[in-house]
């Protein structure tokens, strides 16, 4: 079955820096695009950033110039590099994809930002 394991959450202060790393199992990696979201406290989640199959990428406005995501497909792993964090990028942030028709989520990892 497909699992998705987010790791390198944590605490950081504003203007600092983050990797989060998704490893996948259980399915062909390189062949689906590859998503993070992320959800605050009280907010609906929201996408973070897209890459697809091909490495094309998209960017919410709110992270763009800030946030870089990237897949190693021959380690199965996506991430997300986060510099120039703000306290408004707290949030839970999940890895997610789409693989014949159903959704796949991570569990998360927390990630705080103080000021």
């Known amino acids: 079955q497909v699992q998705l394991v987010e790791s390198g959450g944590g605490l950081v202060q504003a203007g600092g820096s983050l990797r989060l790393s998704c490893a996948a199992s259980g399915l062909t990696f390189g062949s689906y695009a590859m998503d993070w979201y992320r959800q605050a406290p009280g907010k609906e989640r929201e996408l973070v950033a897209e890459i697809s199959s091909g490495g094309s990428t998209y960017y919410a406005d709110s992270v763009k110039g800030r946030f870089t995501i990237s897949r190693d497909n021959a380690k199965n792993t996506l991430y997300l590099q986060m510099n120039s964090l703000k306290p408004e990028d707290t949030a839970v942030y999940y890895c997610?994809?789409?693989?014949?028709?159903?959704?796949?989520w991570g569990q998360g990892t927390q990630v705080t930002v103080s000021s």
């Open positions: 997610a994809t789409r693989a014949s028709k159903v959704d796949y």
